[in-house]
């Protein structure tokens, strides 16, 4: 089955980028998707089509997909942009998620 | 603007039938605009997607949990439904209904319930 690697966990100062990496066999050859999810809260999609930012996403949030990693940045990282991050996508008509990283903003 | 709930028991006693339901509103699940999707995120870790209805007849499933799941819709009264058989501790999680636009190129999840935890215990 098609796996999404995600590093388990992400630091970053506030202010500073962060980078949030997906990794999956040829995964640049289909559309990544990415959603945040605070504690006790549902998913929000951020990002899909690799680098489209829905209504509503604060422009810090961006993406890129290539090769085998898609990647999603976070520039200019505030407190509230703590959270748990999945990245998402299709393979054989299934869905498949990421298996998560937790952005912790010291 | 579409909305979804979930609802059903948040307990479901081993072998047992989990069964649950996603209420949908300002929106038709009839209307072939969505594929409505079940996905779920047991206790302290990850998100795993379970399946879609599509058209309120066409399916599809997680390859690991196809021989025990069906999603089913019912266009009267609005709603779309999991049914999950043969239950173990394993399958205890937060359930979530979600919905994909059916059209080309959207492969994500941008509406999402609240969410409903199911315990399976005796």
């Known amino acids: 089955s098609y796996e999404l690697t995600q590093p388990p966990s992400v630091s970053v100062s506030p202010g500073q980028t962060a980078n949030i990496t997906c990794s999956g066999d040829?995964?640049?050859?289909?559309?990544a998707s990415w959603y945040q999810q605070r504690p006790g809260q549902s998913p929000v999609l951020v990002i899909y089509?690799?680098?489209t930012r829905p209504s509503g996403i604060p422009e810090r949030f961006s993406g890129s997909n290539s090769g085998n990693t898609a990647t999603l940045t976070i520039s200019g990282t505030q407190p509230m942009d703590e959270a748990d991050y999945y990245c998402?996508?299709?393979?054989?008509?299934?869905?498949?998620f990421g298996t998560g990283t937790t952005v912790t903003v010291l | 603007q579409v909305q979804l709930q979930e609802s059903g028991p948040g307990l479901v006693e081993p072998s047992q039938t989990l069964s649950l339901t996603c209420s949908v509103s300002?929106?038709?699940?009839?209307?072939?605009?969505?594929?409505w999707t079940w996905i779920r995120q047991h206790p302290g870790k990850g998100l795993e997607w379970i399946g879609y209805?599509?058209?309120?007849?066409?399916?599809a499933y997680n390859p690991s949990l196809r021989s025990r799941v069906i999603i089913s819709a019912d266009t009267s009264k609005n709603q779309f439904s999991l049914k999950l058989s043969s239950v173990s501790a394993a399958d205890t999680a937060v359930y979530y209904c979600?919905?994909?636009?059916?059209?080309?190129?959207?492969?994500?999840?941008?509406?999402w319930g609240r969410g409903t935890l199911v315990t399976v215990s005796s």
């Open positions: 979600a919905s994909r636009k059916a059209f080309r190129d959207s492969t994500h999840f941008d509406l």
């Open positions: 300002g929106g038709s699940i009839s209307g072939g605009n969505y594929y």
């Open positions: 209805i599509y058209y309120s007849v066409t399916t």
């Open positions: 040829k995964l640049g050859d289909k559309y």
């Open positions: 089509q690799d680098n």
């Open positions: 998402q996508a299709w393979d054989s008509n299934t869905g498949v």
